[in-house]
């Protein structure tokens, strides 16, 4: 069965340090999001993208983040300049196609990030 | 503003037993719900959803879900829990007000299934 895939599984940085969290979607998804879950905290949505460019984004997707598809496989996120409060989970997720609001989306088993 | 609640971070129930995982929603407009699950070292999985019609959805691994619009609940259930059902439960809804593209999670229940 086909699934989500993200590498590291755990990443640890220093502060001010910029990262790179990878993520393989599903080969015939076409809608591809970041959430966040802070521990102890519920999963956050981070941002969606479709088409090789973003489609919404939350508040928290501010300038330090970005996103980038750069092989047709591969999706990441970048924080240019990680803060203590980046220490997260970070879920990439994907989706086939459909209706945007009610088809279910696949998630992969995340990157722990630890920012020091 | 949009909310889901899960109120109880812990759910232990005996093998055998039926289970019941809470989760009530706030949103605007018609809502989106879902359910995932998370074992150890794994991902979110789906389990199942209910976007429109029959207010009892059934999903994978023998679950099963009631939408219910007066109390804007959306509990997950089984009628006899196996140990192996232990895991993270995510309570999810999407709608028009969350924004047409992304989940609006719970903070999740542990489910521990008791030999």
């Known amino acids: 069965e086909p699934e989500v895939t993200q590498t590291p599984s755990h990443q640890v940085t220093q502060m001010g340090q910029e990262v790179i969290l990878r993520c393989v979607p599903i080969?015939?998804?076409?809608?591809f999001y970041w959430y966040r879950q802070i521990l102890g905290q519920k999963v956050e949505f981070l941002v969606s993208?479709?088409?090789?460019?973003?489609?919404?984004k939350s508040e928290i997707f501010d300038d330090q983040f970005s996103v980038e598809r750069p092989d047709g496989s591969n999706f990441t996120l970048k924080i240019r300049s990680t803060k203590l409060e980046d220490s997260a989970m970070y879920f990439c997720a994907s989706r086939a196609g459909g209706h945007p609001l009610s088809g279910e989306q696949f998630f992969g088993p995340g990157t722990r990030l630890t920012v020091l | 503003a949009q909310s889901v609640a899960q109120p109880e971070d812990q759910v232990n129930v005996a093998e055998g037993n039926p289970l019941t995982v809470k989760c009530t929603y706030s949103?605007?407009?018609?809502?989106?719900l879902f359910w995932y699950v998370q074992y150890p070292n794994r991902g979110l999985q789906f389990l199942l959803k209910y976007i429109t019609g029959d207010n009892l959805v059934k999903g994978s691994y023998g679950f099963e879900a009631e939408f219910n619009k007066s109390q804007t609940s959306f509990h997950l259930k089984k009628p006899s829990a196996l140990v192996s059902d232990s895991a993270l439960y995510f309570c999810a809804v999407s709608s028009y007000q969350t924004g047409a593209n992304n989940l609006f999670f719970g903070t999740g229940t542990r489910l521990t299934v008791i030999p």
């Open positions: 993208f479709y088409n090789n460019e973003i489609s919404e």
């Open positions: 949103v605007s407009g018609n809502p989106y």
């Open positions: 080969s015939n998804h076409l809608y």
